[in-house]
């Protein structure tokens, strides 16, 4: 039966539904397990082998050798893509993803990230102001 | 026999091809090796002798001395032929295949574009993919091409930037 | 003197008609998202964007008719507001009235129209002139079967004037039953000159980007915003007064109550209708015009001659 | 009379892919289209020359974010076969739901797209909203919505566990019950139905001249799938219908896409069911030996091409990608003529170029077009077409017939 | 006058209308966009309508990087929006290039043509983070912090914000005795 209005009961019957709307950014959303957001860097496990640059597709990742055995990676948060590759690629699991996608900034420069390799606590994440 | 035997064979009886221009890679792919000369006899055979009626795509390739051109051609039954014929670079010259498959003419400006190719008998219209514009004698794809000899030539006049 | 003036600048009048018109607005969207199972704009959505676009920079294009640019936001907003004057809304009087104004309120209302059309004409912007053909287009459309479907009421109350209609209908209430198509035509028309789905072929910006108002922004863009705003509020008043003459003889209160209640009723249905359908092509809005709606209301006017003769010898 | 030019893009809400067509109007009816393509071109062929084979990868996956997975899993596929790797079932497996569910992705939004084309922002509302089902459901198994980066040379990334299989039932059986609705939708909402139908048609013979691929093609007629006829994945385990249709127009391209829907629940049930345990990668080495591949593969909008052909080093040689829409595009003149301007969004929409969802079109053209004829003229053309149609005479065929004689 | 300026800012954050145009993007972030559209994610609710036409928009959204033929259409657009005008970047390529940096087609960013209001990563970004990207910029727009929380009428435990130590947004316009239900849903 061809008629017009076909879809009236459906917008009727939303009507009277809470609508499909997620909260954001009043309610957080949680990620899924795997998804790949920001990339966290453990300087006590990096080896310095530099694997993740190699296969990093956009090479925005740089390891640089601060002393002896200690790393500091920069990352260039503008440039990655998020694909996880580098965790992938790490043969010490130095690199992790994090849930973290609010990485919004209003200038370009405070999306570089720098892990610094000292002092050695795990989270020593800072953006450079 | 299998599908991709019998395609070889009457290649083979038909043109009296040698067997190492005809290399069965696996199940329904065929790659077949064309002097420039006999391609377009082969190529008119393979559409409408032997029932290739769609054209996937032509790739070209820069082998250093040559051209090389690969028209893909598929069957209905899931077959594909690859004719691969080679040009000299100095004089890249094709004659158009838009008669037969008038939707290969984009794949045609493709590789004038990307690989200075000189297709005869393809009818005017606007390039692909490049830019207008673009400047004459740069082909991207080949290899002794480099993205730093566009600096300066192009884009012409740059607007006013902003940044 | 003072009076008149408060009248027409604040109550009913221009400061009112703006405040209802962004509420209607707010109403429309918000109903319009509802409908669509997501949340929608705020309350003051409309007046903020109003705010915005007025203290926004305004573009005049180089190539466009400036005087003509500016002066058709100032002429659609200024007819929308008279013809809103003599329409009776809670009483059965309206602020002006005089035998035949219901000639004039239709006139007024079709101003808007040709302020778009020449508004997208003199843009000179192609897709302004795309879209200010396919308004005028579309006003040849649905014109004559609205003009038929309100002065069918008309006919069977046998005056011009909009108020004694209401007066008359407010005494054979019942008499209000007979114009039902003619009440179904004139929503189908409003919508059409209101150039919302599916009738909103002028502005169709998939295809030619924002149609009349392509080149307008600014100022004269929230002009023409508040008076489409406007216009939908006084084409539901006119509505509501010409089929819905309910509830008039009730007293003030209670009877902008009732007014409140129809306007919205007719707004939303609106929005209901703009919700379900898909936009029409301009010439499948043009047949269908003048295959089916303009029929229904020649129906009307005849079933009301008939009737006029019947029941008021 | 005269005609005028109408300027569509480099940015128009049909559009996602900046692509520019000048449209040559009489009136409100096409005469003439002309396209210029090249302004998404981004240079990704030689770039995939200068990096390795897992950068490439990456890049070729972002050839096209909303088949994604196809052109990375098309390339890889060539990577593959040149390296000699024999792929673990339960990654193919994988892969192929992958696949599947990116089909659903994408053809539900189309249909949201398509809805948006002719004012019906309704139907794109709800498409959309229950496209984030699947969204969530890809989220969950790959770690993305878009770009799903599943893929490695060698396998998949990530297994997918008995959870995620559940609940992909589960998702499959909501998906299912919306599609039903939609096709119903489709199938009795009368302003849909005009302004689909009789739109944008093309006939059987000038789809298989020119090469369409895809639904575009089934939609005419052209029994073509490269899931079916050159099985790749998992797609020689299941069964499945290859869905056609002979309407010619957009509506028929409608239909062919909603009833893909419904195979791919179908299908994903089956590859649930089936999934085989196992491995999900084997060890890939770095540099590929030399060689030449092509790879074919079913995006949902039709065959998408990779040739790659390495030389022994971990660098490829080159690598040449033919994504569906352009062997579609090039029906799309065709399907233009005498159309309307209105239909023109939701015809270059139907063939899914996978640019139509966004809204963009800018005004870049100043010269004005004058215009004098009045509605009369054109709703007198209007009927005369209609009329001579009832009678057997075919305008759309003859002009079209006409402009090629004249051409040759 | 001070007032009028407040109320032209407030209804400038209120009322950020958007055209969006895509300079050489794969698509994802630009469906991520339209995503942020529909109802799922509805912005809407912060008054954001899509605008098919430059000269009605507040806000430039570009995805994608600048391919060398686009550049010029981009400035042109941009040139054409009325002031004040907004840039934002949205996607990993529209902020650096990304993945398609060193291509000989590519410009770069979109900062490489026209100066960038917001830069929002992601490949593509989720349509969260394009709302946690407008909100940052529209908040920014404020000049002063975001309006103290100690006015809102909810405790410690009842704000969804608050209590993760996080300043409250307040783009629901609400003042006072707020709740997740009050923010929009009813
Ligand atoms: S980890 Fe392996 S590849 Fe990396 S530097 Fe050490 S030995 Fe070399
Ligand atoms: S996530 Fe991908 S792009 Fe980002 S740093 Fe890791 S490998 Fe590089
Ligand atoms: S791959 Fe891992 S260990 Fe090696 S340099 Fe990178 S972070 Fe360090
Ligand atoms: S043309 Fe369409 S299918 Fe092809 S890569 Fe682009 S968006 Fe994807
Ligand atoms: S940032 Fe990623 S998803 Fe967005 S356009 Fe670029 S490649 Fe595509
Ligand atoms: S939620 Fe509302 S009331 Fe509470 S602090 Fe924020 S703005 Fe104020
Ligand atoms: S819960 Fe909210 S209102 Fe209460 S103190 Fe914290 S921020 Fe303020
Ligand atoms: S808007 Fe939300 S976060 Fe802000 S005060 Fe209200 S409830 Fe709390």
């Known amino acids: 039966?061809?008629?017009?209005?076909?879809?009236?009961?459906?917008?009727?019957?939303?009507?009277?539904?809470?609508?499909?709307?997620?909260?954001?950014?009043?309610?957080?959303?949680?990620?899924?397990?795997?998804?790949?957001?920001?990339?966290?860097?453990?300087?006590?496990?990096?080896?310095?082998?530099?694997?993740?640059?190699?296969?990093?597709?956009t090479n925005c990742i740089t390891i640089t050798k601060v002393g002896d055995k200690r790393f500091q990676a920069e990352f260039d948060l503008d440039q990655c893509i998020y694909c996880a590759q580098c965790v992938d690629s790490c043969p010490k699991k130095a690199l992790e993803s994090t849930a973290d996608y609010e990485l919004a900034q209003l200038q370009r420069n405070k999306l570089k990230m720098i892990y610094h390799a000292e002092p050695p606590p795990p989270q020593a994440a800072a953006p450079i102001e | 026999m299998t599908n991709e035997e019998k395609i070889k064979k009457e290649l083979l009886e038909r043109f009296g091809f040698s067997t190492e221009q005809i290399r069965v890679a696996r199940e329904r792919r065929v790659f077949l090796e064309v002097p420039h000369e006999q391609f377009r006899r082969v190529f008119e055979h393979a559409v409408n002798g032997m029932d290739f009626q769609h054209l996937c795509t032509i790739t070209g390739l820069d082998d250093g001395d040559t051209l090389a051109f690969v028209y893909h051609l598929a069957r209905l039954d899931g077959a594909v032929l690859s004719l691969k014929t080679r040009v000299p670079k100095a004089s890249p010259v094709l004659r158009t295949i838009s008669d037969l498959f008038p939707g290969g003419m984009i794949y045609e400006r493709e590789l004038a574009d990307l690989l200075g190719a000189r297709v005869e008998g393809l009818p005017e219209g606007n390039r692909y993919p490049l830019p207008e514009g673009w400047p004459d004698g740069q082909h991207p794809l080949r290899k002794d091409w480099k993205a730093e000899m566009l600096d300066g030539v192009y884009p012409k006049e740059e607007v006013k930037s902003h940044g | 003197m003072a009076?008149?003036?408060?009248?027409?600048?604040?109550?009913?009048?221009?400061?009112?008609?703006?405040?209802?018109?962004?509420?209607?607005?707010?109403?429309?969207?918000?109903?319009?998202?509802?409908?669509?199972?997501?949340?929608?704009?705020?309350?003051?959505?409309?007046?903020?964007?109003?705010?915005?676009?007025?203290?926004?920079?305004?573009?005049?294009?180089?190539?466009?008719?400036?005087?003509?640019?500016?002066?058709?936001?100032?002429?659609?907003?200024?007819?929308?507001?008279?013809?809103?004057?003599?329409?009776?809304?809670?009483?059965?009087?309206?602020?002006?009235?005089?035998?035949?104004?219901?000639?004039?309120?239709?006139y007024l209302l079709t101003i808007p129209t040709l302020t778009f059309f020449l508004a997208g004409w003199h843009s000179t912007s192609?897709?302004?002139?795309?879209?200010?053909?396919?308004?005028?287009?579309?006003?040849?459309?649905?014109?004559?079967?609205?003009?038929?479907?309100?002065?069918?009421?008309?006919?069977?109350?046998?005056?011009?004037?909009?108020?004694?209609?209401?007066?008359?209908?407010?005494?054979?209430?019942?008499?209000?039953?007979?114009?039902?198509?003619?009440?179904?035509?004139?929503?189908?028309?409003?919508?059409?000159?209101?150039?919302?789905?599916?009738?909103?072929?002028?502005?169709?910006?998939?295809?030619?980007?924002?149609?009349?108002?392509?080149?307008?922004?600014?100022?004269?863009?929230?002009?023409?915003?508040?008076?489409?705003?406007?216009?939908?509020?006084?084409?539901?008043?006119?509505?509501?007064?010409?089929?819905?003459?309910?509830?008039?003889?009730?007293?003030?209160?209670?009877?902008?109550?009732?007014?409140?209640?129809?306007?919205?009723?007719?707004?939303?249905?609106?929005?209901?209708?703009?919700?379900?359908?898909?936009?029409?092509?301009i010439e499948q809005m043009v047949i269908f015009c003048w295959r089916i709606v303009a029929p229904a209301a020649l129906f009307q006017l005849l079933i009301n001659l008939i009737l006029s003769g019947v029941l008021r010898p | 009379m005269a005609n005028f030019k109408i300027p569509i893009g480099p940015q128009h809400p049909a559009l996602k892919e900046p692509e520019s067509f000048t449209i040559t109007l009489n009136g409100e009816t096409i005469i003439e289209m002309d396209m210029r393509l090249g302004y998404n071109h981004r240079g990704i062929e030689k770039a995939c020359e200068e990096r390795s084979y897992i950068q490439a990868m990456y890049l070729v996956e972002r050839v096209c974010g909303i088949c994604s997975h196809s052109h990375s899993t098309c390339f890889i596929q060539a990577v593959e076969e040149i390296a000699g790797l024999a792929i673990p079932a339960r990654a193919q497996y994988i892969r192929t739901i992958i696949a599947e569910l990116e089909r659903i992705h994408s053809h539900l939004l189309w249909l949201g797209v398509a809805g948006h084309e002719i004012g019906f922002d309704t139907l794109l509302m709800y498409s959309w909203r229950d496209r984030e089902v699947v969204m969530d459901t890809l989220a969950a198994l790959t770690g993305n919505r878009v770009n799903y980066g599943i893929n490695t040379i060698g396998g998949v990334r990530r297994d997918i566990s008995k959870e995620h299989l559940a609940g992909l039932l589960k998702t499959m059986d909501i998906l299912e019950e919306r599609t039903k609705y939609y096709i119903e939708v489709a199938s009795e909402e009368i302003t849909l139905i005009?302004?689909?139908?009789?739109?944008?048609?093309?006939?059987?013979?000038?789809?298989?001249?020119?090469?369409?691929?895809?639904?575009?093609?089934?939609?005419?007629?052209?029994?073509?799938?490269?899931?079916r006829d050159d099985?790749?994945?998992?797609?020689?385990?299941?069964?499945?219908?290859?869905?056609?249709?002979?309407?010619?127009?957009?509506?028929?391209?409608?239909?062919?896409?909603?009833?893909?829907?419904?195979?791919?629940?179908?299908?994903?049930?089956?590859?649930?069911?089936?999934?085989?345990?196992?491995?999900?990668?084997?060890?890939?080495?770095?540099?590929?030996?030399?060689?030449?591949?092509?790879?074919?593969?079913?995006?949902?909008?039709?065959?998408?091409?990779?040739?790659?052909?390495?030389?022994?080093?971990?660098?490829?040689?080159?690598?040449?990608?033919?994504?569906?829409?352009?062997?579609?595009?090039?029906?799309?003149?065709?399907?233009?003529?005498?159309?309307?301007?209105?239909?023109?969004?939701?015809?270059?929409?139907?063939?899914?170029?996978?640019?139509?969802?966004?809204?963009?079109?800018?005004?870049?053209?100043?010269?004005?077009?004058?215009?004098?004829?009045?509605?009369?003229?054109?709703a007198l053309r209007t009927h005369s077409l209609e009329w001579y149609r009832k009678q057997g005479v075919d305008f759309k065929d003859l002009n079209a017939k006409m402009r090629q004689r004249m051409k040759a | 006058m001070k007032w009028l300026q407040k109320l032209i800012t407030w209804a400038r954050i209120k009322s950020p209308w958007i055209i969006h145009f895509n300079t050489g993007a794969c698509n994802a972030c630009d469906i991520e966009i339209v995503a942020a559209l529909t109802p799922r994610y509805d912005i809407e609710?912060?008054?954001?309508?899509?605008?098919?036409?430059?000269?009605?928009?507040?806000?430039?959204?570009?995805?994608?990087?600048?391919?060398?033929?686009?550049?010029?259409?981009?400035?042109?657009?941009?040139?054409?929006?009325?002031?004040?005008?907004?840039v934002v970047a949205v996607g990993t390529c529209?902020?650096?290039?990304?993945?398609?940096?060193?291509?000989?087609?590519?410009?770069?960013?979109?900062?490489?043509?026209?100066?960038?209001?917001?830069?929002?990563?992601?490949?593509?970004?989720?349509?969260?983070?394009?709302?946690?990207?407008?909100?940052?910029?529209?908040?920014?727009?404020?000049?002063?912090?975001?309006?103290?929380?100690?006015?809102?009428?909810?405790?410690?435990?009842?704000?969804?914000?608050?209590?993760?130590?996080?300043?409250?947004?307040?783009?629901?316009?609400?003042?006072?005795?707020?709740?997740?239900?009050?923010?929009?849903?009813?």
């Open chain 1, 1 to 57: 039966m061809i008629k017009p209005g076909k879809m009236l009961r459906e917008v009727l019957t939303s009507f009277f539904q809470k609508p499909a709307t997620v909260l954001y950014p009043y309610v957080k959303v949680l990620m899924p397990d795997r998804f790949r957001g920001k990339i966290r860097f453990l300087a006590t496990l990096c080896i310095g082998c530099k694997l993740c640059m190699r296969d990093c597709p």
């Open chain 3, 3 to 106: 009076w008149s003036l408060f009248n027409l600048l604040i109550f009913p009048g221009f400061l009112f008609l703006f405040v209802f018109g962004l509420a209607m607005e707010f109403v429309d969207r918000k109903l319009y998202a509802r409908l669509q199972n997501r949340i929608g704009p705020p309350w003051f959505q409309p007046f903020a964007d109003f705010v915005k676009l007025a203290a926004k920079e305004d573009i005049i294009p180089e190539e466009a008719d400036s005087v003509m640019f500016r002066l058709m936001p100032a002429f659609a907003l200024a007819s929308v507001v008279t013809a809103f004057f003599y329409i009776p809304l809670w009483s059965t009087q309206s602020l002006f009235s005089f035998n035949g104004d219901l000639i004039v309120v239709i």
């Open chain 3, 126 to 281: 192609l897709f302004s002139m795309i879209g200010a053909t396919r308004t005028l287009t579309q006003l040849f459309a649905y014109e004559v079967p609205l003009f038929m479907a309100i002065l069918a009421p008309a006919l069977l109350a046998g005056t011009w004037s909009l108020s004694e209609m209401t007066v008359f209908y407010d005494q054979h209430p019942a008499y209000a039953a007979f114009n039902i198509i003619g009440l179904i035509v004139s929503l189908i028309a409003l919508q059409g000159k209101l150039e919302r789905v599916p009738f909103d072929i002028p502005e169709a910006e998939t295809e030619i980007v924002g149609g009349t108002f392509t080149e307008y922004s600014g100022r004269f863009l929230a002009m023409f915003r508040i008076a489409i705003d406007i216009e939908a509020v006084v084409g539901a008043s006119l509505i509501a007064a010409v089929f819905l003459p309910f509830g008039l003889g009730l007293g003030a209160a209670w009877g902008f109550v009732f007014y409140l209640v129809k306007v919205l009723a007719v707004i939303a249905l609106l929005a209901l209708l703009r919700t379900v359908l898909a936009r029409l092509r």
């Open chain 4, 194 to 227: 005009q302004r689909l139908s009789g739109v944008g048609f093309i006939s059987h013979e000038d789809t298989v001249m020119l090469g369409a691929v895809g639904p575009t093609a089934r939609a005419s007629g052209v029994d073509r799938d490269i899931r």
């Open chain 4, 231 to 378: 099985p790749y994945l998992a797609y020689k385990d299941i069964e499945f219908q290859v869905i056609t249709d002979t309407h010619n127009d957009v509506y028929g391209r409608t239909l062919v896409r909603v009833g893909e829907l419904m195979q791919c629940y179908s299908m994903i049930r089956q590859l649930v069911a089936k999934i085989p345990e196992g491995p999900v990668t084997v060890k890939a080495p770095r540099k590929i030996p030399a060689g030449e591949a092509f790879s074919r593969y079913e995006a949902p909008r039709g065959e998408d091409v990779h040739y790659v052909k390495a030389n022994g080093t971990d660098k490829a040689e080159r690598v040449k990608i033919r994504a569906p829409t352009l062997a579609n595009l090039q029906s799309v003149a065709r399907m233009m003529e005498n159309n309307r301007l209105a239909d023109v969004p939701i015809i270059i929409a139907a063939i899914d170029p996978c640019f139509s969802c966004t809204d963009r079109m800018i005004r870049i053209n100043d010269t004005a077009g004058r215009r004098k004829e009045t509605i009369s003229w054109q």
């Open chain 5, 45 to 86: 609710r912060f008054g954001i309508l899509l605008k098919g036409t430059p000269r009605h928009a507040d806000v430039l959204m570009c995805s994608g990087p600048v391919t060398r033929q686009i550049r010029d259409r981009l400035v042109r657009i941009y040139e054409q929006m009325p002031e004040p005008k907004f």
């Open chain 5, 94 to 186: 529209a902020c650096s290039g990304g993945v398609f940096k060193g291509c000989y087609n590519v410009k770069g960013g979109i900062d490489a043509a026209i100066p960038v209001s917001a830069y929002i990563p992601g490949c593509p970004a989720r349509p969260e983070a394009i709302i946690d990207g407008v909100v940052k910029l529209l908040t920014s727009l404020q000049g002063a912090k975001p309006a103290p929380i100690a006015d809102c009428g909810l405790q410690n435990a009842d704000c969804p914000v608050g209590g993760q130590g996080a300043a409250c947004p307040d783009l629901s316009g609400r003042r006072g005795g707020c709740s997740p239900q009050k923010a929009g849903l009813e």
